[in-house]
T-cell receptor, first 109, second 117 residues
Framework: SQQGEEDPQALSIQEGENATMNCSYK?????LQWYRQNSGRGLVHLIL?????REKHSGRLRVTLDTSKKSSSLLITASRAADTASYFC?????????FGAGTRLTVKP | DTAVSQTPKYLVTQMGNDKSIKCEQN?????MYWYKQDSKKFLKIMFS???????INETVPNRFSPKSPDKAHLNLHINSLELGDSAVYFC????????????????FGAGSRLTVL
């Protein structure tokens, strides 16, 4: 069954703006991860945040996790046209990695 | 060097046929997966194998049969193909603990687009 659900489904911004995507999930998790998928390609791992962490940074990426609300957000700062892709959250429940339908981000030059 | 490779990349076939998709990883990972991505981009896990043993078998029709001859390979065979099987199938692999203690970070193949006519 689907676990992570991303919001919004699609997001269109101008280059230089920040992009925020949200993810909600239903069950207890070990960690939550964000992946990126360029059109016609496989998913690529971006960042992992553990269940006992609240915030994590990697370059222009900032991820937050609120286990009480079962939600996470991914912030991409100073977006670039090359950031155009679909972004998926995935919940790690042990042997099982569950993904949602993703947020389609379009960054206009 | 391609870390997770799937073949074929594209597959067009008629309803009722049987087809296979192959997957190989050269990362030394111990767990391999098959995911199905539908036209709405929703990614659904189908199977997971750890050290050649099936550990996840989601509710998929028994027309789908995974085969893992060794830890580096996980093939997907589909019998009696139906229109609804049209999708992109992704193979992935992971090594438990690679992303940190207890963490499971997946490496995906490029996908195999199956079109059933």
């Amino acid at each position: 069954s689907q676990q992570g659900e991303e919001d919004p489904q699609a997001l269109s911004i101008q280059e230089g703006e920040n992009a925020t995507m949200n993810c909600s999930y239903k069950t207890s998790i070990n960690n939550l991860q964000w992946y990126r998928q360029n059109s016609g390609r496989g998913l690529v791992h971006l960042i992992l945040i553990r269940s006992n962490e609240r915030e994590k940074h990697s370059g222009r990426l900032r991820v937050t996790l609120d286990t009480s609300k079962k939600s996470s957000s991914l912030l991409i700062t100073a977006s670039r046209a090359a950031d155009t892709a679909s972004y998926f959250c995935a919940t790690d429940e042990g042997h099982d990695m569950r993904f949602g339908a993703g947020t389609r981000l379009t960054v206009k030059p | 060097d391609t870390a997770v490779s799937q073949t074929p990349k594209y597959l067009v076939t008629q309803m009722g046929n049987d087809k296979s998709i192959k997957c190989e990883q050269n990362l030394g990972h111990d767990t391999m997966y098959w995911y199905k991505q539908d036209s709405k981009k929703f990614l659904k896990i189908m199977f997971s194998y750890n050290n050649k043993e099936l550990i996840i078998n989601e509710t998929v029709p028994n027309r789908f049969s995974p085969k893992s001859p060794d830890k580096a390979h996980l093939n997907l065979h589909i019998n009696s193909l139906e229109l609804g099987d049209s999708a992109v199938y992704f193979c992935a692999s992971s090594l438990r603990g690679q992303g940190g203690p207890g963490a499971n970070v997946l490496t995906f193949g490029a996908g195999s687009r199956l079109t059933v006519l």
